[in-house]
């Protein structure tokens, strides 16, 4: 099997992403916490809202900070204050204007990923706008083949972007921070993953499995994992 | 000059969609208006806020419904009710599940045009995840080659996508609603396009222009206006 293009996932496994949403949720808590009910779950409604709301706001940080605010509304039985949701409103702001930080030896990596030969496209969910703009920032645009920014993650959408390559799935290897999203569909239309954690995982992305997967503990490793591969 | 490919924006173009927002505005003005100083300027300061959020927030229902929340609570100095934002939150949402309801004459001539051999490309802005529900939703996805959801609709924009589908500018001829981003931007590239207005535009879609530029009543218009084009 020649691997020809690397796929590389962008919210934490290029850049910190997650930890950004953690905190939001930490100041809902304390923003929203102090006018509802001792006894509710503020973060386990705020999931909820954000589960409800996924099929019709998708991804993003727009996305979250609407549902926040409507949990907001819904915890207090409506007597959240307007300056608590401007509060919300200015930290999901603080999301979209975040500056983009890469994780350890993602530069390095795509440089000596590029220099070698193969394609590099970054797929990636999450708001069209948002993404692009966090390319830019990045650093890497220079760097990258494509970016494909796709409503989910599935086997279709591997599928297609494999399609449009004009590649088979078999020279494609895919390398990302989620099982769900980066791993198993792409294992299932026949191509390489590896799965390279980040400390934190945003709920809708947690998954049960028992597929054997590669596991890395840094992109660095990607491309010894690539000759592994090939060899 | 040989078209081959004919690009169709979406919004106002393939189906209905500025009605829904300019009614959503009327409802804005109804329910923030009465808790607001008599002499404000309430759908002036929606749209004010609108702009200050663009650069941000990009297009769509979303962007849109987050505007809505902050003009709201500004506008009333605070005091905006809770069952107001939430109100506004609904209509916002209602945008979103809005059935699709195709402009008259689009199916036949998209049908008609991809009979005579032309490829079909989609370009539109706005919401990832919308649009592609909308396009889901139309029936016209199958009578598609393509789908561009893109950020902006400049010149450089276009120039990647005429340069992605492997043809000239001068093969390639756009049709939409907005004279600032269907036509101005493909004549500056060299290729063709023609104006078909619909009974509403979107303030910040608005331009002064001093070209000549084609315009047709109706979608019906396009094959011949290809064929004049060829001829």
Chains 1, 2 share one sequence.
């Not at 939001?24 to 923003?31: H, K, P, T």
């Not at 999931?47 to 709301?53: D, I, P, Q, T």
């Not at 799965?195 to 660095?220: F, G, K, M, N, T």
Request: proline share 3%; with cysteine; charged share 25%.
């Amino acid at each position: 099997m020649k691997i020809q293009v690397v796929g590389l996932d962008a919210d934490d496994t290029l850049w910190h992403s997650e930890d950004g949403f953690h905190y939001v949720e930490q100041r809902f808590a304390e923003l929203v916490g102090q006018h509802s009910p001792a006894d509710i779950d503020v973060n386990g409604h705020l999931a909820a809202v954000e589960r409800r709301n996924m099929p019709l706001y998708g991804y993003g940080a727009k996305a979250f900070t609407l549902s926040m605010i409507e949990a907001a509304i819904e915890l207090t039985d409506g007597c959240v204050p307007s300056t608590t949701l401007q509060a919300l409103i200015e930290e999901g702001r603080a999301l979209l204007h975040r500056p983009v930080e890469l994780l350890d030896g993602v530069h390095e990596t795509v440089t000596s990923l590029r220099a070698s030969g193969y394609l590099i496209v970054v797929i990636t969910k999450g708001d069209l706008l948002h993404q692009h703009q966090k390319i830019a920032a990045s650093g890497l645009g220079d760097l990258l083949d494509d970016v494909e920014v796709v409503n989910e993650k599935d086997e279709e959408t591997y599928a297609r972007i494999v399609r449009t390559l004009g590649i088979e799935p078999d020279n494609f290897a895919m390398v990302g921070n989620s099982v769900k999203s980066d791993v198993l569909p792409v294992l299932g239309i026949g191509g390489s993953a590896a799965h390279v954690p980040y400390h934190l995982l945003w709920a809708a992305e947690q998954i049960e499995h028992e597929e054997d997967i590669e596991v890395l503990e840094s992109i660095r490793e990607v491309p010894d994992w690539l000759k592994r591969l090939t060899g």
